[in-house]
């Protein structure tokens, strides 16, 4: 696979907030529905059920107990939690997804200049920027996380990056 296969097809990341222009593609569950988008989207990079309902419930019961966590053992268990996402994720969703292949496929499907879309705002825990750090980390080249809010505003946003996860769980992997 050349970088320049990669560069031409994926343009980059965003949320449905900050992204109103562009080759989108949603990669959420519904498609982006639940948040008024209603373009092209790829459901099969969607977290399944059984990544994503885990990590939900966990979450809702580690903002339960906030008040009883000091602040070190609240960011020690959110780490955890978004650990336990990231290796579901890659385990059912990215583990086996040959990037020759899966570009060849979103070309067809979308064309290039891609931007995947899903709902979180650019520093909350995000599948589409651990789909992005996987990417890199296959291919070397960085993804980036955009804001397009006007067909000649493009600025770049800094996303929490998910590499060195990603990384240990690929070696165990």
Same mark, same amino acid.
């Given at each position: 696979?050349?970088?320049?296969?990669?560069?031409?097809?994926?343009?980059?990341?965003?949320?449905?907030?900050?992204?109103?222009?562009?080759?989108?593609?949603?990669?959420?569950?519904?498609?982006?529905?639940?948040?008024?988008?209603?373009?092209?989207?790829?459901?099969?990079?969607?977290?399944?059920?059984?990544?994503?309902?885990?990590?939900?419930?966990?979450?809702?019961?580690?903002?339960?107990?906030?008040?009883?966590?000091?602040?070190?053992?609240?960011?020690?268990?959110?780490?955890?939690?978004?650990?336990?996402?990231?290796?579901?994720?890659?385990?059912?969703? &990215? *583990?086996?997804?040959?990037?020759?292949?899966? !570009? #060849? @496929?979103?070309?067809?499907?979308?064309? $290039?200049?891609?931007?995947? =879309?899903?709902?979180?705002?650019?520093?909350?825990?995000?599948?589409?920027?651990?789909?992005?750090?996987?990417?890199? &980390? *296959?291919?070397?080249?960085?993804?980036?996380? !955009? #804001? @397009?809010?006007?067909?000649?505003?493009? $600025?770049?946003?800094?996303? =929490?990056?998910?590499?060195?996860?990603?990384?240990?769980?690929?070696?165990?992997?």
């Amino acid at each position: 696979m050349l970088a320049s296969d990669v560069k031409r097809v994926i343009r980059g990341t965003g949320s449905y907030d900050n992204i109103k222009y562009g080759n989108t593609v949603s990669i959420t569950g519904d498609g982006g529905h639940a948040w008024g988008y209603y373009g092209p989207a790829y459901k099969k990079l969607a977290p399944l059920l059984m990544t994503y309902l885990p990590y939900a419930g966990a979450l809702q019961n580690l903002e339960a107990s906030k008040s009883t966590l000091t602040a070190e053992q609240y960011q020690v268990r959110k780490k955890q939690i978004e650990y336990a996402y990231i290796k579901s994720y890659y385990e059912t969703r &990215l *583990k086996d997804l040959e990037l020759d292949v899966f !570009l #060849k @496929i979103l070309q067809e499907k979308f064309g $290039t200049n891609i931007i995947f =879309l899903c709902h979180e705002p650019v520093n909350e825990f995000c599948h589409r920027r651990v789909l992005a750090d996987f990417i890199e &980390l *296959k291919t070397g080249i960085y993804i980036p996380e !955009l #804001k @397009i809010i006007t067909s000649d505003e493009e $600025t770049y946003k800094k996303p =929490l990056s998910y590499k060195r996860e990603l990384r240990k769980i690929m070696k165990r992997g």
